[in-house]
């Protein structure tokens, strides 16, 4: 257990026993606790296997590369469409992990052997995803915005995809797009300062 981690379990409320049971399943598949992005990380030699994280409706286990699973037991849920390599498992009860705790801790160990043997997932290219029709006209109208958006780092340039595309309504893209161009154009990404 690692010290600099045990503030998210002491705040847990809700999921509390949960993700502690969590935490006891994880640390006894000999992997690192670590904290990031504020949540409890567990690494294998350097690597990221597992993380544990808390929404409303659940708490769950998240394998970084979960696509590469067999997922034997129909357990592993996509968050999003946009969500590429990483799967959850998700909890709604401390029963339902004591129950499925030997088939957690295989995956774990799959999850290691995935990450020992190199395997990775194809990863969708930038020129995938969706371009927003709202900002395909700001970027043929602009070629400094144009020029601003391509010299971005392909991950910065999915950030804004993904965040301009997400909005359901044009007028919500527009605004959006608007309040981003002056990033884009300072060569920021979408949560750089």
Same mark, same amino acid.
């Given at each position: 257990?690692? =010290?600099?981690?045990?503030?998210? /379990?002491?705040?847990?409320?809700?999921?509390?026993?949960?993700?502690?049971?969590?935490?006891?399943?994880?640390?006894?598949?000999?992997?690192?606790?670590?904290?990031?992005?504020?949540?409890?990380?567990?690494?294998?030699?350097?690597?990221?296997?597992?993380?544990?994280?808390? /929404?409303?409706?659940?708490?769950?286990?998240?394998? /970084?590369?979960?696509?590469?699973?067999?997922?034997?037991?129909?357990?592993?849920?996509?968050?999003?469409?946009?969500?590429?390599?990483?799967?959850?498992?998700?909890?709604?009860?401390?029963?339902?992990?004591?129950?499925?705790?030997?088939?957690?801790?295989?995956?774990?160990?799959?999850?290691?052997?995935?990450?020992?043997?190199?395997?990775?997932?194809?990863?969708?290219?930038?020129?995938?995803?969706?371009? =927003?029709?709202?900002?395909?006209?700001?970027?043929?109208?602009? =070629?400094?915005?144009?020029?601003?958006?391509?010299?971005?780092?392909?991950?910065?340039?999915?950030?804004?995809?993904?965040? /301009?595309?997400?909005?359901?309504?044009?007028?919500?893209?527009?605004?959006?797009?608007?309040?981003?161009?002056?990033?884009?154009?300072?060569?920021?990404?979408?949560?750089?300062?």
């Amino acid at each position: 257990m690692n =010290p600099k981690v045990d503030w998210y /379990f002491a705040k847990a409320g809700k999921w509390q026993r949960e993700i502690e049971k969590l935490r006891t399943i994880v640390l006894n598949c000999d992997l690192i606790e670590e904290l990031k992005w504020g949540c409890p990380c567990y690494t294998y030699q350097k690597k990221n296997i597992v993380l544990i994280h808390m /929404f409303k409706d659940y708490c769950a286990l998240l394998f /970084f590369k979960g696509a590469l699973l067999k997922d034997t037991k129909r357990i592993l849920v996509q968050q999003t469409e946009n969500v590429q390599a990483a799967r959850q498992v998700r909890f709604t009860s401390l029963k339902e992990i004591e129950k499925m705790e030997r088939t957690l801790k295989t995956y774990i160990y799959e999850a290691i052997g995935v990450e020992e043997s190199g395997l990775k997932l194809p990863m969708k290219k930038t020129g995938e995803f969706n371009m =927003p029709e709202e900002f395909q006209n700001k970027l043929n109208k602009s =070629p400094a915005l144009k020029k601003a958006f391509y010299e971005l780092t392909p991950g910065r340039q999915r950030g804004y995809l993904l965040y /301009f595309s997400s909005a359901k309504q044009s007028k919500t893209r527009e605004a959006r797009i608007e309040k981003y161009m002056p990033h884009i154009l300072d060569g920021k990404g979408l949560d750089d300062k």
